[in-house]
Antibody
Framework: QVPPRQLGGGLLKPSETLSLTCAVDGGPFTTFHWGWIRQPPGKGLEWIGEVHQGGGEYNPSLQSRVTISADMSRKQFSLTMTSLTAADTAIYYC????????WGQGTKVTVSS | QSVLTQPPSASETPGQRVSISCSGSNSNVGSYQVFWYQQLSGTAPKLLIQNDNRRPSGVPDRFSGSRSGTSASLAISGLRSEDEADYYCSSWDDSLSAWVFGGGTKLTVL
């Protein structure tokens, strides 16, 4: 299976909104879990949330600022995170599958004024 | 502070065997399967072990996983220099309704 392909990212200012998208090239879409994970510089992995046929779940610590949505017709899923601060600076990864079995290449997001 | 506890570092010489532990609780490792990921320097994590002990296609059988009670472990035998990487464990946590990770273990092949 081809790993999901990430789009978006870059430099954002504090209080702005982050929008990232992952495209699924080939293979089924509706039967999988699609999730987002981030990794601050020099630190470990933090699960952000996921969406699937039955709905979705979010990291309780980020839930108030995060929305993950899926566009089945375009085979894409997206992450929106509001009210960014410097603490949101990280590499953001999208992943497919229960247990995050296939990862995207990662997108560097920097939040700085 | 990670929900799952891993040793921050491990080291062993080439050809030897190393084991990395992952300790959790009844709400995660004690009830749900564990996944292991390998992250080589500057790259995205890659699934190494799924469902406690299943290797995805392409992962050498030098890598093995196990789970017992509220702990899991990843074993690497016949260590090679290319195994030098960060290793993370993960499991679903039903009290948080979230996937949780260990803090990661940096493996050095001496």
């Amino acid at each position: 299976q081809v790993p999901p392909r990430q789009l978006g990212g870059g430099l954002l200012k504090p209080s702005e909104t982050l929008s990232l998208t992952c495209a699924v090239d080939g293979g089924p879409f509706t039967t999988f879990h699609w999730g987002w994970i981030r990794q601050p510089p020099g630190k470990g992995l933090e699960w952000i949330g996921e969406v699937h046929q039955g709905g979705g779940e979010y990291n309780p610590s980020l839930q108030s600022r995060v929305t993950i949505s899926a566009d089945m017709s375009r085979k894409q899923f997206s992450l929106t995170m509001t009210s960014l601060t410097a603490a949101d600076t990280a590499i953001y990864y999208c992943a497919r599958g229960y247990g995050m079995t296939s990862w995207g290449q990662g997108t560097k997001v920097t939040v700085s004024s | 502070q990670s929900v799952l506890t891993q040793p921050p570092s491990a080291s062993e010489t080439p050809g030897q065997r190393v084991s990395i532990s992952c300790s959790g609780s009844n709400s995660n490792v004690g009830s749900y399967q564990v996944f292991w990921y390998q992250q080589l320097s500057g790259t995205a994590p890659k699934l190494l072990i799924q469902n406690d002990n299943r290797r995805p296609s392409g992962v050498p059988d030098r890598f093995s996983g196990s789970r017992s009670g509220t702990s899991a472990s990843l074993a690497i035998s016949g260590l090679r220099s290319e195994d030098e990487a960060d290793y993370y464990c993960s499991s679903w946590d039903d009290s948080l309704s979230a996937w949780v990770f260990g803090g990661g273990t940096k493996l050095t092949v001496l």
